[in-house]
């Protein structure tokens, strides 16, 4: 997939229209903005107050949507420093550095060092790398998630998808070959 360059925009929330650089890099892919309406659109009842992990926050998009948006905290992981640098740098600019934290590591390993409690989380790895599975174990396994946390997973519809079974599909949308689906915990079913 050729890399993104450009700006993207915040479409919702007290941050409405502020823009984002979206730096030429390799496999970075911003969520496109009609499905980040669409997302946002089945998030309105719980975004207000959440806290969220954007796990490859990449341009940080998700997690700073959640913010716009009344989020209480969000933690963004972002493995290229290059990235994770930008990503702050926007944060001090949209004065949203008070409520949130960028961990510059690798996704999977950064999951080990975090407080568990996240009511929402973002699980958008670049495609090529196929982490979807890997990491969703790892958040279930490691209690990050909240009794009925929500996690979004964003991938190609030819991907199958290996999920914990307590993950229920919530909503489901379709962009071209893009899947973008909304799972809720069930703390039951674990």
């Known amino acids: 997939m050729p890399a993104a360059s450009g700006k993207i925009r915040i479409?919702?929330?007290?941050?409405?229209?502020?823009?984002?650089?979206?730096?030429?890099?390799?496999?970075?892919?911003?969520?496109?903005?009609?499905?980040?309406?669409?997302?946002?659109?089945?998030?309105?009842a719980h975004v207000g107050g959440a806290?969220?992990?954007?796990?490859?926050?990449?341009?940080?998009?998700?997690?700073?949507?959640?913010?716009?948006r009344g989020a209480r905290q969000a933690v963004f992981c972002e493995r290229d420093a290059g990235l994770a640098t930008a990503l702050r740098a926007n944060l001090l600019r949209l004065r949203q550095d008070g409520r949130s934290r960028v961990i510059n590591d690798d996704a999977l390993a950064a999951l080990a060092a975090l407080d568990?409690?996240?009511?929402?989380?973002?699980?958008?790895?670049p495609f090529a790398a196929g982490l979807w599975s890997s990491a969703a174990e790892l958040l279930e396994r490691s209690g990050l998630l909240a009794v009925a946390g929500l996690v979004y997973v964003e991938a190609p519809l030819d991907v199958a998808l290996a999920l914990p079974s307590n993950?229920?599909?919530?909503?489901?949308?379709?962009?071209?070959?893009?899947?973008?689906a909304l799972y809720r915990r069930d703390a039951a079913l674990a």
């Open 11 to 44: 479409i919702g929330g007290h941050l409405r229209n502020s823009r984002l650089d979206v730096p030429d890099r390799p496999g970075l892919r911003p969520t496109p903005e009609r499905i980040r309406e669409t997302l946002f659109n089945w998030l309105a």
């Open 51 to 68: 806290r969220v992990l954007d796990l490859f926050a990449g341009t940080g998009a998700l997690g700073l949507e959640a913010l716009s």
């Open 116 to 125: 568990p409690g996240f009511d929402l989380v973002f699980l958008d790895p």
């Open 167 to 180: 993950w229920v599909l919530h909503k489901q949308a379709r962009a071209g070959d893009l899947r973008a």
